[in-house]
């Protein structure tokens, strides 16, 4: 990630010991270390506002779009630094977007992570989405391109030329393992693109929408304090949701909002499951020849 980035890279990448049965390890210790000082620290600018959904949109809006950013930069090639540039990025970020949230901020530090760990890749979907469809209609990018702001750089790539190399964690090329991704991610982002551009959520309505899918996935797949935790945060939020357009918007009938976006969060969870499917498939056929040091971070994604 030093190439990507311009400086050390909080994942490592280690190869085995002669008597291991993978081939290379991948150390997220730091990466997770770096999370809970996030956590720790809290929110980074001290935001007021009774609405916390409203609370959240203006965390998102800063984490999204930096002040400061000058650079743009168009990715041909993707490879082992790119992967883990982007892990770091995305973990990272949903890490500080929960720290505008006063409920989840109230939860211990050691669920705090155990939650992000098992929503941001989710959360990277739609949030990809969101800035790609702003990106679409401003026309800073092509209509076969996706967008993304990695730390303080927007990054461009066109999905129909991007060179993807997974020598780092298959004998096998990008081309032979489309054999298991009948939808591949060009497909998910085409039927997905088009809703966003037509909706054209505000910064509050795509916190929801976030929310939502994220909760929604934490309580699907766990029992117990989680499942709690995410029933709770759903139900305040959409409190919360009738409460801005009710009180912020003057708005009464917003029932054709919702459904258009939990249209596309259902879209999401289907691709989600189909990824699942894909990812067992390829466990049993042992495609990859890499060890996660913390595997639970990928099982929701």
């Not at 085995?16 to 290379?24: E, G, L, S, V």
């Not at 210790?29 to 929110?43: M, T, Y």
């Not at 989840?104 to 098992?118: A, H």
């Not at 967008?147 to 129909?160: G, P, R, S, T």
């Amino acid at each position: 990630m030093d190439t990507f980035l311009g400086r050390s890279n909080l994942i490592i990448f280690c190869a085995r010991n002669a008597d291991q049965k993978f081939k290379y390890y991948i150390d997220l210790q730091f990466l997770l270390d770096k999370a809970a000082k996030v956590l720790e620290k809290g929110a980074e600018t001290p935001i007021h506002s009774q609405n916390p959904l409203e609370k959240l949109a203006i965390g998102l809006q800063k984490l999204r779009f930096p002040q400061d950013s000058n650079k743009t930069k168009i990715v041909t090639r993707v490879g082992r630094e790119e992967v883990f540039a982007l892990w770091e990025d995305e973990f990272l970020k949903v890490t500080q977007w929960l720290t505008y949230f006063n409920e989840f901020q109230n939860l211990p530090q050691m669920l705090q992570l155990e939650i992000v760990k098992r929503v941001w890749k989710v959360f990277s979907r739609l949030e990809k989405l969101a800035t790609t469809a702003i990106a679409r209609r401003q026309k800073i990018c092509d209509e076969n391109m996706i967008v993304a702001f990695i730390e303080k750089d927007l990054v461009l790539c066109d999905l129909k030329t991007l060179d993807v190399d997974l020598s780092w964690c298959t004998k096998y090329t990008f081309e032979q393992l489309k054999f298991f991704n009948k939808i591949d991610f060009e497909k998910q982002a085409d039927a997905l693109v088009q809703p966003m551009l037509d909706l054209q959520p505000t910064d509050v309505e795509l916190s929801y929408m976030l929310c939502q899918l994220c909760f929604h996935q934490l309580g699907k797949h766990h029992q117990g304090v989680l499942l709690e935790i995410s029933e709770q945060f759903q139900d305040s939020l959409s409190n919360h949701l009738h409460d801005y357009y009710v009180n912020s918007l003057g708005i009464k009938n917003y029932v054709n909002r919702i459904a258009s976006m939990m249209k596309i969060n259902n879209k999401i969870q289907n691709f989600v499951y189909h990824d699942r499917v894909k990812q067992e498939l390829m466990r049993v056929f042992d495609i990859f020849h890499v060890k996660y040091s913390h595997p639970d971070l990928f099982q929701n994604s």
